[in-house]
Structures are given as C-alpha cells and as structure tokens.
T-cell receptor, first 114, second 113 residues
Framework: GAVVSQHPSRVICKSGTSVKIECRSL??????MFWYRQFPKQSLMLMAT?????????EQGVEKDKFLINHASLTLSTLTVTSAHPEDSSFYIC??????????FGPGTRLTVL | GQQLNQSPQSMFIQEGEDVSMNCTSS?????WLWYKQDPGEGPVLLIA?????ELTSNGRLTAQFGITRKDSFLNISASIPSDVGIYFC?????????????FGQGTILTVHP
C-alpha cells in the first residue's frame, strides 16, 4: 500500500512553454498532497500544500501564478509550471499524506528547460 | 520555524560496517520520520517513530525517538552496497500534526564494496 505515482518522469521543453506534472495516490485517498523541489545533493524544498477541493497553500517565495496547483480529486494533484525558463529546471517531487504525519513520495519528475 | 540539524553530512564506509546518523531539533517533535532517497528517485519511508524513547527496527535499520523529543538517530548494521543513497530525517513543521514536514539536510552514504 501507499503507492504514489508521478507522470511524466522526465520532460524536456523549450523556454516559454508550460509543463504539467501529475501526482496520483494509487491505493489510498489523500486529502493533502505536497509539492517539493530539489536541487542536486540538497534537501527537499516544500513549494506548496495541495488540499482537495480548495486552493493550494504556497510557501514564502513561491510564485503561485507560475506554479499552478490543482487538486481535483482525492487521488490526483497536478502542478503546472507556466512559461517555464531554464532556471525552473529541477527535480520536482510530490507526496501524499496518508495518516498522521507520514508522507509517501512519488518517484519525481526531472524537468529540463532549454 | 522548525530547524533540523542532521549529521554527518556524508559518510564513506566499507561494506559490512555499521552506520549511525542523527538529527536534532530546536524544539520538541511528536513524530520522527526517516527516509532514504536513491539517485533520481523520490524518498522512501524507512521508519516512523511516534513515542519518546521508542526504538523501532526495520531489517538492518534501527531508529530511536530521543527521550527529550528533540532528537532521533538511525543505525544501519552490516552495510551493503545497496544502502548507498541520501538519508533524511523529518518531523512535523511547527510541531503540529497538520501534515507539513521539516527535513534535515540529509546524510549522503557511500558504501565501498
């Protein structure tokens, strides 16, 4: 149990385009999902908390108009990087909260913006 | 906000050796979580601790929730090459249980065959 998938696993796009990343909890319902960004050999940086049926809560310094989050169902949250630029290239990871404080993570999405 | 200090930052060990890493917090936690991240993958939950003094094992891994509730350690016994990766401790941000986690800086483990 507690499997979280992410799609795509890897994406390369041109500067100025938008990219959508999906996060799904496969065998449980998650009222709360989280989106993180990670740079090489660094810890995870929380970007936003995604709550089913309501607006996402963004961390300080994260542009909500650039990183659009939608949590339309109890098993799906999406992160859209709008008008992507090379500095947005990173490893994006989602997680889903199952019980208490335990979060289960997806396999991550490697975004490269040319 | 909550700060977690994880040490050591990196370890280079021989296969078969035991490993110990720890995390300390500036304030009390009610949960400690230990994750392992393989290169290019998302973190995987190894052990979850919920009570002060709790000692929990998962195969060759053992983790303890410190009595003061401000620290935790993770031990790996008889390391093998597949133990390579980054290990993170984590706890509830702000000491509440609404779900946000604070992560330690990570311990990069390298195991030489």
């Amino acid at each position: 149990g507690a499997v979280v998938s992410q799609h795509p696993s890897r994406v390369i796009c041109k500067s100025g385009t938008s990219v959508k990343i999906e996060c799904r909890s496969l065998d449980f319902q998650a009222t709360t999902m989280f989106w993180y960004r990670q740079f090489p050999k660094q810890s995870l940086m929380l970007m936003a908390t995604s709550n089913e049926g309501s607006k996402a809560t963004y961390e300080q310094g994260v542009e909500k108009d650039k990183f659009l989050i939608n949590h339309a169902s109890l098993t799906l949250s999406t992160l859209t990087v709008t008008s992507a630029h090379p500095e947005d290239s990173s490893f994006y990871i989602c997680s889903a909260r199952m019980r208490g404080n335990e979060q289960f993570f997806g396999p991550g999405t490697r975004l490269t913006v040319l | 906000g909550q700060q977690l200090n994880q040490s050591p930052q990196s370890m280079f060990i021989q296969e078969g050796e035991d490993v110990s890493m720890n995390c300390t917090s500036s304030s009390i936690f009610n949960t400690w979580l230990w994750y392992k991240q393989d290169p290019g993958e998302g973190p995987v939950l190894l052990i979850a601790l919920y009570k002060a003094g709790e000692l929990t094992s998962n195969g060759r891994l053992t983790a303890q929730f410190g009595i003061t509730r401000k620290d935790s350690f993770l031990n790996i016994s008889a390391s093998i090459p597949s133990d390579v990766g980054i290990y993170f401790c984590a706890g509830p941000a702000g000491g509440t249980s609404y779900g946000k986690l604070t992560f330690g800086q990570g311990t990069i483990l390298t195991v030489h065959p």
